[in-house]
């Protein structure tokens, strides 16, 4: 089969809605795994979505509790989001290669940016509180199954397309004067 | 910005419109309404000539700048 560039897309599409699904999963997971365990079933603590067993750390303190899970959460929401959006620009068919320096794809792509740094931010903070909970003592899960490794890789992620946003704002501003030139 | 763009008060003094004006420049009508309505952000010399000529004015007669 010959691979052109509306099969890529066509892939690319398939994938990301795929990962989509299972973020959102997930976050949903998390989600009614927190609520379950904290106003109905304390003992779900133990057996929490991903097979994380965060009861040393619901005995110890409720709030600190609350306050893990929320990163959690907020983390796997984030990268929900993220895939929202790649689905969305192929969805609105906004994707123009005739003509791609445009207002729409510059917005997506200060957005993608900024979701992709605070993926790297809230991954970073969760990593060092989950540091500092180990560090009084409380048994939790390893970092790897917190998915709150990589936080660097994010953060380096998010400068970079950051940084092409800028430059794709310019292209966007050049372009705007190129068709207004008489 | 600055700078207005007083092609329709030449075109109301020479009585041309602008399809007339269009075919005598060679320029489109979408362009040529940009620059009519103010909403060009910049013109060429070779654009500025050949309004200049069709309209038998002077750069100055088209353009204007205001504080």
């Known amino acids: 089969m010959e691979i052109n560039g509306d099969f890529k897309f066509k892939l690319l599409n398939v994938i990301s809605w795929i990962l989509f699904i299972g973020l959102a999963i997930e976050t949903g997971g998390y989600f009614t795994n927190a609520l379950v365990t904290l106003f109905f079933n304390s003992e779900w603590a133990s057996h929490f979505w991903g097979n994380l067993d965060l009861s040393g750390l619901y005995t110890f303190d409720l709030g600190l509790f609350i306050c893990f899970i929320t990163i959690l959460i907020l983390i796997s929401l984030c990268k929900t989001i993220m895939f929202y959006h790649i689905i969305s620009i192929f969805h609105k068919k906004k994707f123009d290669l005739e003509n791609p320096f445009n207002e729409t794809i510059k917005i997506y792509l200060f957005n993608f940016a900024y979701i992709v740094l605070e993926i790297g931010l809230f991954t970073y903070a969760g990593k060092v509180f989950a540091k500092w909970l180990m560090d009084q003592g409380i048994k939790l899960p390893p970092l790897e199954n917190l998915n709150f490794d990589g936080s660097d890789v994010w953060i380096f992620m998010g400068i970079t397309l950051l940084l092409f946003a800028k430059i794709f704002k310019k292209g966007v501003e050049l372009q705007n004067e190129n068709d207004f030139t008489v | ?67």
């Not at chain 2, 489109?28 to 654009?47: C, D, E, H, M, P």
């Open chain 2, 1 to 67: 910005m600055a700078i207005i763009v007083n092609l329709d008060v030449m075109m109301a003094k020479r009585k041309i419109t602008l399809n007339e004006l269009s075919e005598k420049v060679g320029l489109t009508l979408a362009n040529l309404s940009i620059l009519k309505t103010g909403k060009a952000k910049a013109i060429r010399f070779s654009t500025l000539d050949s309004i200049c000529k069709a309209l038998d004015c002077q750069p100055a007669d088209l353009l204007e700048h205001v504080k």
